[in-house]
């Protein structure tokens, strides 16, 4: 037993979510039993709560093994080992799909009522279970939350088998599990308390997360605006009037094109060089691994800068977030503009991308050319540069987590495109997020030794 019933492990749960406090997130519980987690989660987060409708097919004569699973908007998931190993035939399977689809109409009725479903265009969707057995209503409710258009698709769970990431594939954009325990027979063997949720309970849930917003306790704008103030407070130093040998941390607009975008910017006393960073999609500049890794350049002598690639109004369009080439545009004028600051004047430039901002790093890389002295990729989409590639002359590190497979493969396949100095870092036993203990150090560690090796003084910056 690690869980004393399902409200314990959603705040356990919203701990570790906690850096998605600030973001424009929907939290969706699985009915029945991952509706009084999701409801801690959201609660924690100050986001809205909602429920994913998902049906587990099970096998006729083990009800409780999952064969597959079916969701709104007429998603369906089958597991064809399962349905192998139990042979199973199509008759069976359409039978009991016939009658789990009837069930689903019949709870979307009872939960929400005339209710629309939570917007998600555009935003992070927090999908929360009380376990993960199988993983076939998972990637089910993965399915449904990204076709209703969500920009980033966060799956959460308590315990869940060892092998959960693999059985889930890339359907969800991060992965976070409070406990893989071995061995792994039932989700119930880990809670003290697992008593069955009905109908009503998840109603209340929904009612009361309700209520609390129309009350403005969990407003979600105001979370949104009180995490920037909380991060501008805290990451603000004095600044000694408009002084050009200025050092420390500042926030700042950032000129991109026609647009402003808010950014950090920090350059320690006698900096050799400054890292901008190309966040992932779904991330923004109070990204906690970016800053995390941000923090130790700082330490090594490294300015860095973190900003929004994308104003607030932008990224309500899903379309703009996925646009490499204009992120990648994005990060070149914010080069420029750097390159014009007093406290950045003859500072090498170094890009560092996470997830797909690893392309926008590498395209952006050509745009700016020589004036581009190294780039580094964390668990990163290089093979999204795709034309680029051959293109790019800075030396690039690509870091990737030695469990991460596929993106690793994506990886080698993009690192024999490039014709510039490089190299491929693999971190054992990480995941796509570094989560595991540390992970994200030896990330800071390589980042840190590759920019402290390529940059240097710059000349062509010199005099602008």
Same mark, same amino acid.
């Given at each position: ?86 042979? #199973?035939?199509? *008759? %069976?399977?359409?039978? =009991?799909?016939?009658? !789990? &689809?009837?069930?689903?109409? @019949? /709870?979307?009725? +009872? ?83 697992? #008593?069955?949720? *009905? %109908?009503?309970?998840? =109603?209340?849930?929904? !009612? &009361?997360?309700?209520?609390? @917003? /129309?009350?403005? +306790? ?95 109004? !932008? ?105 510039? !100095? ?43």
């Amino acid at each position: 037993m690690l869980l004393m019933d399902r409200l314990d492990a959603g705040r356990q749960l919203a701990a570790r979510l906690a850096h998605l406090r600030g973001e424009e997130a929907v939290v969706l519980g699985l009915p029945r039993g991952g509706v009084p987690v999701a409801a801690e989660v959201a609660k924690a987060l100050g986001a809205p709560l909602d429920v994913c409708l998902v049906r587990k097919l099970g096998v006729p004569y083990q009800p409780e093994l999952g064969m597959g699973a079916i969701g709104e908007d007429g998603v369906r998931v089958i597991n064809d080992d399962v349905v192998r190993s139990a042979h #199973a035939t199509a *008759d %069976d399977i359409s039978r =009991v799909e016939a009658r !789990e &689809r009837q069930e689903l109409e @019949r /709870r979307a009725r +009872r939960y929400r009522g005339d209710r629309e479903p939570a917007a998600l265009e555009g935003r992070t969707a927090v999908v929360v279970d009380d376990g993960l057995a199988t993983g076939s209503t998972a990637r089910a409710a993965c399915r449904i939350v990204r076709a209703r258009g969500a920009a980033r698709i966060v799956l959460a769970v308590p315990v869940a088998p060892a092998d959960w990431t693999a059985r889930l594939g890339g359907e969800a954009d991060e992965l976070v599990c409070l406990h893989t325990p071995m061995p792994f027979y039932a989700i119930s063997q880990f809670y003290a308390d697992f #008593a069955q949720v *009905d %109908d009503g309970e998840v =109603v209340a849930c929904l !009612e &009361r997360a309700a209520a609390a @917003r /129309r009350s403005g +306790r969990a407003g979600r704008p105001a979370a949104r605006r009180a995490e920037d103030a909380r991060a501008t407070a805290g990451d603000r130093r004095a600044a000694p009037g408009d002084r050009g040998d200025w050092t420390g941390d500042q926030e700042v607009e950032v000129r991109a094109g026609a647009v402003l975008l808010r950014g950090r910017l920090t350059v320690p006393d006698a900096a050799t060089g400054v890292v901008v960073f190309a966040h992932g999609s779904g991330s923004s500049r109070h990204s906690p691994r970016n800053r995390s890794v941000a923090a130790g350049l700082n330490r090594a002598g490294l300015g860095t800068l973190l900003f929004d690639l994308l104003t607030e109004e !932008e990224e309500t369009d899903r379309a703009n977030v996925f646009d490499t080439g204009l992120l990648a545009h994005r990060l070149a004028d914010a080069t420029g503009w750097l390159s014009g600051r007093p406290e950045t004047e003859g500072l090498a430039v170094g890009y560092f991308g996470a997830s797909t901002g690893a392309a926008a790093a590498l395209g952006a890389a050509v745009e700016r050319g020589e004036e581009i002295a190294a780039v580094v990729s964390r668990g990163g989409r290089p093979d999204l540069a795709g034309p680029w590639l051959p293109s790019v002359t800075a030396p690039t590190l690509l870091i990737v987590g030695g469990s991460d497979s596929l993106v690793l493969d994506l990886n080698r396949q993009a690192q024999a495109r490039l014709h510039c !100095e490089n190299r491929l870092a693999v971190v054992p036993g990480a995941t796509h997020l570094f989560e595991e203990p540390g992970a994200l150090e030896a990330v800071t560690d390589l980042a840190r030794d590759w920019f402290t090796d390529h940059l240097t003084p710059a000349p062509q910056m010199a005099g602008r």
